[in-house]
Every structure is written in structure tokens, then in C-alpha cells.
């Protein structure tokens, strides 16, 4: 199996012990490829997937305020952005969106930060990788209106009916460790109607462990879980989800990604 982790925050203070070692076991378990999001702590500091991407290989990077951090941005952060969306390993902008769950910045600043940040990537030319939580009907009200590229519903935990709509607005639906919890039967659903091309996979590692992992550190290696179980629910195989998933990635992060 040749898979790619859509999905990873390998720069997690909790990888600081075994970076190296986490990186091997995913290279063991057929994870070749990784997209490492650089949301980090927030601003100011926009670069920690860049410099994971500079020094491995096999590691993309995103650039991009996390809702969350929404409050941090100032004019030096878009300045920035722009200058970053020009390194040669930066394929996306991510992750951006709304989490109306944690409210750690208040919502109309998280709102209007997302919509600067989807104008820098239609800029850049560059896919967009969403974060979404508790907040559906503004997430995609402000993609309706302001976002015509591709892009990436990350960690996509809605239902059948989310799942039409962002296939409808042109978007990737990368789905992780939930999707093996015992009560994601909506996702489970979500992930059976969605085609064959708009598949994704993803760790969100260090977080959401798919079973048996659920409650541990996640880590790249434990994507094969997810893939196994995808495959299970679209009575289809490992190996195969694997090769559309990362043929997905290819042609979504293309031409950066070959
Ligand atoms: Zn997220
Ligand atoms: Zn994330």
C-alpha cells in the first residue's frame, strides 16, 4: 500500500520525543506521503509545517490561521501568507474555517479572518484545507460566496446531507480516525455516497485515534485503520482505497505534488 496522510501536525509538542520514530513507523506502514498543516500556535509564527517540509522529503506543507487563533492575525500575518504561499513545498492554504465549538476567538473576528485568508489562497491559486466544527451553515455560506477552487472538508464529520453539499461546492471529503467510533454512522454513510474521486484520508495525528488506537497519541502509522475500515464500509479493499486516495492527493496538490 502506498498511502498519504492528508491531515498531520507532526509538529505537535507531543512528537517531540519520537518525531524521527513516528516518521519510520509511518514510512513502514506504506504512509509515503504527508501533508503537515502549519497552523501551529498561530501567529506569528507561520512556518512550522514549512520547516518540517523543508527538511523531509515526504512532507507538504500547508500555511494558515486556524480559527482558533483567528484573534492573532494582523497585517504582517497576510503579508507573510503571501510571501509563503510562494515556497515550492507549500501546496495549500489550511487549516482555515470556523469552530463555533471552542469559541476561542470570537466568531464574527474568526469570520472575517477566514474570508481574508480564502482571498489570499484564490491569490495563491492554491487548494484550501477547511476546519469545521459546530459552525456548518456559515462555513459554507462564506464558501458559497467567496471560494470557487478545490479544497479539503478536513477531519469531514457531518452526514449525508453535509456531505452533498460539499461535493456540490467542488470540495474533498478526507475523513479520519472517527469514522471508526461505533456511533459515526452518519459518517459512515457520508463516506459510502461520496465518489470515488473526492476521497480522502487523514490522521489529524496528534489527535482522534481511530480504534484500537481511540485515546492515544494518533500518529501517521495508524492511518491504516481508518483505510481499513473505509474500505469495509465501501465494500472495497485497502489497497484500493489507498490508490485513489493518493492519486487524489496527486491531482488535487498538483503540479507541486507529482
Ligand atoms: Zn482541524
Ligand atoms: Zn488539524
Redesign the pocket.
Known amino acids: 500500500m502506498r498511502l498519504v496522510d492528508s491531515?498531520v501536525?507532526l509538529d505537535d509538542a507531543k512528537f517531540d520525543a519520537d518525531r524521527e520514530q513516528a516518521i519510520e513507523r509511518a514510512l513502514a506502514a506504506g504512509v509515503e506521503r504527508m501533508l503537515a498543516?502549519g497552523t501551529g500556535n498561530g501567529p506569528p509564527d507561520l512556518e512550522t509545517a514549512v520547516r518540517l517540509a523543508d527538511r523531509y522529503p515526504l512532507i507538504y506543507a500547508t500555511i494558515g490561521v486556524h480559527p482558533h487563533d483567528a484573534s492573532k492575525a494582523t497585517a504582517e500575518t497576510w503579508a507573510r501568507l503571501r510571501e509563503l504561499a510562494a515556497h515550492p513545498k507549500v501546496v495549500a492554504i489550511g487549516?482555515i474555517g470556523l469552530d463555533y465549538h471552542y469559541d476561542l476567538s470570537p466568531r464574527e473576528v474568526q469570520r472575517a479572518i477566514f474570508e481574508q485568508q480564502l482571498a489570499i489562497a484564490a491569490e495563491s491559486g492554491k487548494p484550501i484545507v477547511i476546519?469545521t466544527r459546530e459552525a456548518w451553515d456559515d462555513t459554507s455560506a462564506a464558501l458559497r460566496a467567496h471560494w470557487q477552487g478545490p479544497g479539503i472538508m478536513?477531519c469531514f464529520t457531518g452526514d449525508e446531507a453535509q456531505a452533498r453539499q460539499a461535493l456540490d461546492l467542488g470540495f474533498h471529503l478526507s475523513f479520519g480516525g472517527v469514522l471508526t467510533f461505533p456511533k459515526a454512522d452518519a459518517v459512515r454513510q457520508a463516506a459510502r455516497v461520496t465518489p470515488e474521486d473526492r476521497l480522502l484520508v487523514e490522521t489529524?495525528c496528534p489527535y482522534l485515534a481511530p480504534v484500537p488506537h481511540r485515546g492515544k497519541r494518533n500518529e501517521p502509522a495508524f492511518l491504516v485503520e481508518t483505510v481499513r475500515r473505509l474500505a469495509e464500509v465501501r465494500g472495497s479493499t485497502p489497497e484500493e482505497i489507498a490508490e485513489i486516495t493518493t492519486q487524489n492527493f496527486e491531482r488535487l496538490m498538483a503540479p507541486v505534488v507529482i
Do not use: A, G, L
Open positions: 491531515h501536525h498543516i487549516e476546519h478536513h489529524d
